[in-house]
Every structure is written in structure tokens, then in C-alpha cells.
């Protein structure tokens, strides 16, 4: 579809990828004064979300209950009557 007369321009976002990485308390400042070399356009440093480690835990417990067929699946027509009923009970 060429749209160049169309006066509508797209602009590509850049694809960025993540690495998580751990390190001793000692090298921080080393590391972070190699990353400020780059602009901001090619690096952004994201706080690490603290608590990643138990959430990948959680996730991966749940994985395993749906691929074992022990934990329960619900359609949305079934959740939907669940919160009906739920909030019925409630109703005054």
C-alpha cells in the first residue's frame, strides 16, 4: 500500500532487547559509568522489579498445574455467571 501522497507518515520504533544481569555490589559504579557512555536512544536502564524471582516462581507453579491438567480452567461465560452469582449475593 504506498501512501507517500497521502501526507500520513509512520515512524519505525526501534526494537529493543533486555538482559538481566547480576553482579557484585563492588562493580556497580563500573558497570553504570560504561552504560552512561551510551545515549538514551540506544540504552535505557530499567529497574529491576524486585520481586521477579518469586513471581517467576508463581508462574512457573501454575505452568506446571495447567500442563498436568490439575488446576481448574474456567471459559468466560463460566467466570461470568461465577461474578454474577458472586455479586448477587452482595446485592441488597
Known sequence: ???SNT????KHKKIMET???EFQ???KAKILELLSSFSSDEL???QE???FDE???KIAIAYAKLKSGTEKMYSIDEIDA???KTFSEYDS
Not at 7 to 10: A, N, R
Open 1 to 3: 500500500m504506498d501512501l
Open 7 to 10: 501526507g500520513i507518515s509512520f
Open 19 to 21: 538482559i538481566r544481569l
Open 25 to 27: 555490589p563492588n562493580i
Open 44 to 46: 535505557k536502564i530499567v
Open 49 to 51: 522489579d524486585l520481586d
Open 55 to 57: 513471581n517467576k516462581k
Open 82 to 84: 461465577i461474578l454474577d
